[in-house]
């Protein structure tokens, strides 16, 4: 499958989504809509040998989709991660293009002076 087709199909998964939660539809929805993308990302991801810089792109927005898998995520996060993903791909063809940048994630590490 080549990169513009998982483009299209992600991008079809955005517009499904988006239309399942304006007619109020669970969050779960969107999310199983969403696997049929995540699905198609990690079987090329296995298939085809690729330059480094596509299975980049490939491992990058495969990610992004296993955080729309989170029990907890808001619909509009959602549909942002899935827009993420896509953007990675269409990063990989044109180069110009800067990849999206997260927010960093603050964790307490356990243990030391953090019980003080």
Same mark, same amino acid.
């Given at each position: 499958m080549a990169l513009s087709r998982l483009k299209k199909l992600g991008e079809e998964a955005v517009v499904a989504i988006a239309a399942s939660l304006a007619r109020g539809g @669970? +969050? +779960?929805r969107g999310q199983l809509i969403a696997s049929r993308f995540y699905e198609a990302?990690?079987?090329e991801l296995k298939q085809s040998p690729m330059q480094d810089t596509e299975r980049a792109a490939l491992m990058a927005a495969s990610d992004r989709c296993g955080r729309i898998a989170t029990a907890s995520i808001a619909p509009s996060a959602m549909l942002d991660e899935l827009r993420n993903a896509? %953007? #990675? #791909?269409?990063?990989?063809?044109? %180069?110009? +293009?800067? #990849? @999206?940048?997260?927010? @960093?994630i603050l964790r307490l590490i356990e243990g030391g002076l953090s019980k003080v």
């Open positions: @669970p +969050v +779960v990302l990690r079987y896509i %953007a #990675l #791909l269409q990063a990989d063809e044109n %180069a110009s +293009v800067p #990849l @999206p940048r997260t927010r @960093p």
